[in-house]
């Protein structure tokens, strides 16, 4: 389980995390919500060890992070971290070579999946099929956790429906995932649990099915009501 417990985060004086606690529990698809600079991706970052948090802690399966526990954590960006020119099949080598917990039959198989072409520059490849490149990548590393960021961003309704499939099938079970959405109401099925922000505070956070069996709600109803859109 990733744990986060009164998490503060500033950049200068401004305050991005507000005293942020919540859990995301293996097996499950925690989805943090919330409208544009909300703070979704300091989270991200702050779980990863990318950005220092000022107070508050994380814990991840019960120990504080340390270097070998993120072999176990991939964290997915809303940008290409693969230079473009690299063809798709260069950056598989590139996996293969680096990383020891890279599944080459996973990536292959979401390649015919997701219909890339393996001979395709990163470079070329559309918004969207960039972001099923993204999406391949950390998939097909062996590892207990996974934070998305935006795994939606640019892709059109098809390819959403793809990419929720994989959301759904046997190459997410057991693993942990916490990803950020703008796209609720698709993939609203697939989530478990919703952490909704408001400028770096938790205004709500459910469980999706008792949300549904007890107040007969769907999340989107509860973003409207949160967010007063
Ligand atoms: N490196 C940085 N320096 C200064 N401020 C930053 C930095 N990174 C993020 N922020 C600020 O922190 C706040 C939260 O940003 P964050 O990217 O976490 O939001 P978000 O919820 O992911 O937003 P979005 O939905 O637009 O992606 C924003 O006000 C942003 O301007």
Redesign the pocket.
């Known amino acids: 389980m990733i744990e986060l417990i009164d998490v503060k985060k500033r950049?200068?004086l401004?305050k991005?995390l507000q005293g942020v606690s919540f859990n995301a529990p293996r097996g499950a698809i925690t989805c943090l919500t919330?409208?544009?600079?909300?703070?979704?991706?300091?989270?991200l970052k702050a779980i990863m060890g990318l950005t220092p948090i000022q107070s508050g802690s994380i814990r991840i399966d019960g120990s504080a992070p340390h270097q070998a526990m993120y072999e176990r954590i991939v964290y997915v960006s809303d940008q290409l971290t693969m230079p473009g020119r690299m063809r798709i099949a260069d950056c598989f080598a590139f996996m293969q070579d680096y990383y020891r917990n890279w599944n080459s039959e996973r990536a292959n198989e979401l390649l015919a999946r997701f219909q890339l072409n393996a001979a395709d520059k990163v470079n070329s490849l559309s918004k969207g099929m960039a972001a099923k490149l993204n999406l391949l990548m950390g998939l097909a590393m062996d590892a207990d956790y996974m934070l998305l960021d935006?795994p939606f961003s640019g892709v059109d309704i098809f390819s959403r429906e793809e990419i929720a499939a994989v959301f759904s099938s046997d190459m997410v079970e057991g693993r942990g995932i916490i990803l950020?959405t703008?796209e609720i109401k698709e993939i609203e099925h697939l989530l478990d649990y919703v952490v909704m922000?408001d400028h770096g505070l938790i205004t709500k956070q459910f469980a999706s099915e008792d949300m549904r069996m007890e107040e007969g709600k769907s999340v989107v109803d509860v973003m409207r009501e949160v967010y007063k859109r």
């Open positions: 950049f200068g401004k991005v919330g409208l544009n600079g909300a703070g979704k991706t300091t989270i935006e950020t703008h922000l």
